[in-house]
């Protein structure tokens, strides 16, 4: 199988790198061989337009990929996720774009500037049916650009897209892995909860390991 990870930074993928002896190149890529598998790996930076860019530049360059599994640490809305948890998103959406009436929210689809069934939408909404592991807690998720920290835009987006975690990069993942014909899976590891910004709270070298030691679990033993 030859498979894609992606992350935003190089940190969230540490102990793979450290395990495999790993060191990027001149555009933020590597590739290792296991047993059964090839292996590469592209860190895009941080958000939805690194992402976007470097994704798109990298898959552009004749690449074929049986996979594409965007990894990284994520927030979430609710504490039946506890904090280290690994989990896998079946669902994105873009959760600011569009505009404001007032208090009100109105999405891209809403506006009517993009059609609610339009490839690679469904229902407004980015989908997964191929899971890439049945054991993980399959979520709800929202990429945005500004993660939230506010009570009241919190219960907003609680309530309009009913999500369970959000991360900075995911929909845009999903969007150019759709746009190639690539299979995709976003695979997260919880370091806080979605709440006013309290760094004391989080524990991202616990949601690191975890994230880790799936991700290496399970390249090992396809």
């Known amino acids: 199988m030859k498979l894609l990870l992606v992350a935003a930074t190089k940190e969230e993928p540490s102990p793979l790198f450290e395990k495999y002896s790993l060191s990027l190149d001149e555009n933020n890529h590597c590739s290792f061989q296991t047993k059964t598998n090839q292996i590469e790996i592209l860190i895009t930076g941080v958000g939805m337009v690194a992402t976007t860019f470097h994704l798109t530049k990298f898959l552009s360059g004749n690449h074929s990929f049986n996979s594409a599994i965007n990894i990284g640490i994520a927030g979430s809305f609710t504490e039946e996720i506890k904090i280290g948890e690994v989990v896998s998103v079946t669902e994105e959406c873009f959760a600011d774009l569009g505009a404001e009436d007032g208090e009100e929210f109105i999405s891209i689809t809403e506006l009517g500037f993009q059609k609610e069934n339009e490839f690679p939408f469904v229902k407004g909404k980015l989908l ?14 929202v990429t945005v650009n500004t993660s939230h920290g506010n009570e009241s835009s919190i219960k907003k987006v609680k309530e309009k897209f009913n999500a369970e975690v959000e991360s900075m990069e995911g929909a845009a993942f999903v969007y150019c892995c759709s746009q190639f014909k690539i299979e995709w899976n976003e695979v997260r590891s919880i370091s806080n909860f979605i709440e006013r910004r309290d760094r004391s709270k989080w524990n991202i070298p616990l949601a690191v390991k975890n994230l880790n030691e799936w991700l ?5 033993s396809e």
């Open 128 to 141: 997964n049916s191929s899971q890439v592991e049945s054991k993980l807690r399959k979520v709800k998720g």
């Open 216 to 220: 290496i679990n399970f390249i090992e």
